[in-house]
């Protein structure tokens, strides 16, 4: 599926090959609460966090995946794309923490 998409500027590709080193704890926090979530204002809610460093940190975390690629750090589609195809290398602790850590493990009845 991923392969139709990759005439996308070839961003999918440079995603694919852009691995990250830098991401600390507090990205991986913020990228499970707000891939938990789906923004980061209910996201800051989760953490306990204000919105504007929820915000900050998942700024930084699109700076790390996509600027040094040229893309736009605005495009959380591209970020997410990027978090599912390094979701067993350098954004495996995002969803170990979305598996493990009771914030995000709880069960919606």
């Known amino acids: 599926m991923l392969e139709s998409i990759e005439g996308f500027g070839g961003a999918v590709g440079q995603l694919r090959s852009h691995c990250v080193k830098g991401l600390q704890d507090d990205h991986h926090l913020?990228?499970?609460a707000r891939v938990s979530c789906g923004?980061?204002?209910?996201?800051s809610k989760l953490l306990?966090?204000?919105r504007s460093q929820?915000?900050?940190r998942w700024n930084e975390v699109k700076d790390f995946i996509l600027v040094p690629l040229?893309?736009?750090r605005h495009d959380?589609?591209?970020a997410g794309i990027w978090l599912v195809l390094h979701s067993s290398c350098c954004a495996?602790?995002?969803f170990w923490l979305?598996?493990?850590d009771g914030r995000f493990a709880s069960e919606v009845p």
């Open 70 to 72: 040229g893309l736009s």
């Open 98 to 100: 979305l598996e493990n």
């Open 39 to 43: 923004d980061c204002e209910r996201a």
């Open 76 to 78: 959380d589609a591209l």
């Open 48 to 50: 306990s966090y204000s």
């Open 30 to 32: 913020v990228i499970a």
């Open 54 to 56: 929820t915000q900050r």
């Open 92 to 94: 495996s602790p995002s």
